[in-house]
């Protein structure tokens, strides 16, 4: 089945404990996304990267590294985690970036807690 | 900076009622997509327009992009427990470097 995972799906954590949140994405897709989702604010874009080893910031990169040093992973990590990064966070996969011809497909979530 | 508006914010109605939502914006976009979110689970795509004025049909799912490509609308009729979820437009351009803009999105609660 095509499809993008994330782990955890839930996270409670305490500021500064350096976390990592996985992504994997079986479809052979070069485009891939990090998003953070709050109330009201819709999806924010973190990083994205649109091919191995080629990795670039997005919206609100402040307090995130990612890495792609194979196609289908797409790691983002959180070395030293603050209250204002609670939020839930989706990984994206898509053939290629942008939106004309292009479908992204979405993970399931990850719903992070700072405390 | 290109911004995405998507109103009503909340919305909830009874089984069998007829609704629309609205996605606005002051920029122009090449194309624009719908996302429906459920709860629990990431955004899976509706539909792709591209078009100004262009209509598109989804079973109970009228789908228009405006004629300026600056708004698009998202009817649904008779609407069912199933269509539940939260709904996201999303403008891009032309090319793969154009950045995708998501609204906030509207929550739509069916209640039965």
């Known amino acids: 089945e095509a499809q993008v995972t994330q782990n955890p799906r839930y996270l409670i954590t305490v500021t500064g404990k350096k976390l990592t949140v996985t992504c994997s994405q079986n479809?052979?897709?070069?485009?891939m996304s990090w998003y953070r989702q709050d109330p009201g604010l819709g999806l924010r874009q973190i990083y994205y990267s649109m091919n191995v080893e080629v990795t670039d910031k997005g919206d609100v990169p402040e307090g995130y590294k990612v890495s792609r040093k194979e196609k289908r992973n797409f790691p983002l990590i959180l070395e030293s985690p603050s209250p204002n990064q609670t939020s839930l966070y989706f990984c994206?996969?898509?053939?290629?970036?942008?939106?004309?011809?292009?479908?992204?497909?979405f993970g399931p979530g990850t719903r992070l807690t700072v405390l | 900076t290109q911004l995405l508006e998507q109103s009503p914010q909340f919305l909830s109605i009874q089984e069998g009622e007829n609704l629309t939502v609205y996605c606005n914006s002051s920029s122009v976009f090449s194309s624009l997509q719908w996302y429906r979110q459920e709860p629990g689970e990431g955004p899976v795509l509706l539909v792709t327009?591209?078009?100004?004025?262009e209509v598109k049909k989804l079973k109970r799912l009228t789908f228009q992009f405006g004629d300026a490509r600056k708004d698009s609308s998202l009817h649904i009729t008779a609407a069912q427990p199933g269509d539940t979820g939260l709904y996201l437009c999303?403008?891009?351009?032309?090319?793969?470097?154009?950045?995708?803009?998501f609204g906030p999105g509207t929550s739509l609660s069916v209640i039965p």
């Open positions: 479809m052979n897709h070069e485009y």
């Open positions: 999303a403008g891009g351009g032309k090319t793969s470097y154009d950045k995708v803009i």
């Open positions: 994206a996969s898509s053939p290629h970036a942008g939106m004309l011809y292009n479908e992204q497909f």
């Open positions: 327009v591209v078009t100004g004025g």
